[in-house]
């Protein structure tokens, strides 16, 4: 699966962004879906991640309630919605995606994921 994150840019602080990550059509659906994101200095670290069928979702303590994952699988596409944004939140995020048997399969372990897309910016002013 080749993955392409994009979606991007320069938001203030409490304002919204939707990154999406488009995925190449084959085998898309039997892909468990993750975010990620590495601030300057910082280690990767997981945001979100989604399962194969949609069903299941998790997602770290400080994006809970802030962010909303989601898949398309028709289209094989991925998606994060990002509210209320804070200064913390700027990073490079990635998709990653994850063949898995399992259709409900979450992981939040980036050394799982074995395909990863290029990045895409995300800057918060406070």
């Known amino acids: 699966v080749q993955l392409q994150a994009f979606g991007g840019g320069l938001v203030q602080a409490g304002g919204s962004l939707r990154l999406s990550c488009a995925g190449s059509r084959r085998n898309f659906n039997q892909h468990a879906m993750g975010w990620f994101r590495q601030a300057p200095g910082k280690e990767r670290e997981f945001v979100a991640a989604?399962?194969?069928?949609?069903?299941?979702?998790h997602y770290a303590d400080s994006v809970k309630g802030r962010f909303t994952i989601s898949r398309d699988n028709a289209r094989s596409t991925a998606a994060l919605q990002m509210n209320g944004l804070k200064s913390d939140d700027t990073a490079v995020y990635y998709c990653?995606?994850?063949?898995?048997?399992?259709?409900?399969?979450?992981?939040?372990?980036?050394?799982?994921?074995?395909?990863w897309g290029q990045g895409t910016l995300v800057t918060v002013s406070s």
């Open positions: 990653a995606s994850k063949y898995a048997r399992q259709m409900e399969l979450v992981t939040v372990t980036p050394n799982e994921y074995q395909y």
């Open positions: 989604i399962s194969r069928n949609g069903y299941n979702t």
